[in-house]
């Protein structure tokens, strides 16, 4: 014991900087790994998993009835392009520059009562989420040829990278800007609401079941409405923040308007 005493004495500085660097490099890995990638949702449950997926998923890539056709209001397209309303919109695409000082992200609205997955998924919606909108509802979109070919290169330009459920993420934000914000087709959704995924890189097969999917069988990827999106790990955003936040998948997170 005298001889350990006397040699920490010492070594006493070699066994302070050698306990300082093991706290150190403790601290670093809880930052990384503890506050890491689960970290980025701040733990409020939004973050899709496999437990939201629907078992079924595969299934409702099938082709069913045909498509009704929408009513779009040509005045409702010119409000929607108001500032305030989509011009501060930024999406998902290839933008590397940070628009704002980072923000705390939005947590998703507290559900009155438990969520059903099974309920949604029998519904046929290809996620289920803790706050689903009971009300949600839209009518079929008949895409012309010009549309569609758009439709699927926005998807893969944008969330290509989310295989089908990613794409047809995209392909109801678009759909639900039509429906409910007055667009009456794709390339005004992408010039007003400043989607920035690049479409002159082709597409995928996942692209093109994720829009058949969502506009010729009518089918949604969650019940409730998306309209905005954004990548964190791209930009930071306090507008996409201050609105309604729904869900994040892969990272991309989903957001209705407050």
Request: with cysteine; glycine share 8%; aromatic share 12%.
């Amino acid at each position: 014991m005298k001889r350990f005493k006397e040699l920490f004495i010492r070594r006493r500085r070699v066994f302070m900087i050698a306990g300082v660097t093991i706290l150190v490099a403790a601290f670093v890995a809880l930052t990384v790994f503890g506050f890491g990638s689960s970290g980025k949702d701040n733990g409020n449950g939004g973050e899709i998993t496999e437990s939201n997926i629907n078992p079924g998923a595969e299934r409702l890539t099938e082709t069913s009835a045909a498509p009704t056709t929408c009513a779009t209001s040509a005045a409702s397209t010119a409000a929607s392009t108001q500032a305030g309303t989509t011009a501060a919109v930024q999406t998902t695409g290839a933008q590397t520059t940070t628009m704002e000082p980072p923000v705390p992200f939005a947590t998703a609205a507290a559900p009155e009562y438990p969520a059903d997955y099974q309920s949604q998924w029998d519904a046929g919606y290809l996620i289920a989420i803790d706050n689903p909108d009971y009300s949600y509802g839209t009518s079929a979109i008949t895409l012309s040829d010009a549309d569609r070919d758009l439709l699927e290169r926005l998807c893969m330009g944008e969330f290509g990278s989310g295989g089908f459920i990613g794409a047809a993420l995209i392909a109801q934000s678009v759909k639900d800007a039509m429906c409910f914000e007055g667009y009456s087709n794709v390339a005004d959704v992408i010039k007003y609401c400043r989607y920035d995924g690049r479409t002159d890189v082709g597409t995928s097969d996942a692209c093109r079941q994720a829009v058949r999917f969502v506009f010729d069988d009518n089918g949604n990827a969650v019940q409730h409405r998306l309209l905005y999106m954004y990548n964190p790990y791209l930009v930071t955003s306090s507008f996409h923040e201050s609105q309604n936040f729904i869900l994040s998948f892969q990272g991309v997170r989903f957001f209705d308007k407050r």
